[in-house]
């Protein structure tokens, strides 16, 4: 098993910037791609960003891409993602979600075996 708890969200005006966080604990010491999915009220749930377990292969949605970057500390077991120029459109629960069967990473939901509570992030116009 393997928990994941999710910081750093918060309110913040269009244009500001936001640095999440995503501890892991329990069986951390088997190797794991990370990913980022964020849900708006009323949306599916959909893919951010994601990062292979060396942190060497990252990959973005389109929506995201130039704005955002994932990156991870293994000795800390984290993940982040930091925004930049944040939109209105990017309100939503941000997740973080752990896959042991893709170590490059994956933008699809069901490839990830353990998710994150969530935390809100919310951008004002």
């Known amino acids: 098993q393997v928990q994941l708890v999710e910081s750093g969200g918060g309110l913040v005006q269009a244009g500001g910037s936001l640095r999440l966080s995503c501890a892991a604990s329990?069986?951390?010491?088997?190797?794991?791609?990370m990913g980022w999915f964020r849900q708006a009220p009323g949306k599916e749930r959909e893919f951010a960003a994601t990062?292979?377990?060396?942190?060497?292969?990252?990959h973005y949605a389109d929506s995201v891409k130039g704005r955002f970057t994932i990156s991870r500390d293994n000795p800390k077991n984290t993940v982040y993602l930091q925004m930049n120029s944040l939109k209105p459109e990017d309100t939503a629960v941000y997740y973080c979600?752990?896959?042991?069967?893709?170590?490059?990473?994956?933008?699809?939901?069901?490839?990830?075996?353990?998710w994150g509570q969530g935390t809100q992030v919310t951008v004002s116009s």
């Open positions: 329990g069986r951390t010491n088997r190797g794991y791609a």
């Open positions: 979600a752990a896959a042991y069967s893709y170590g490059l990473g994956s933008d699809r939901v069901a490839d990830y075996d353990y």
């Open positions: 990062i292979s377990w060396s942190g060497g292969s990252t």
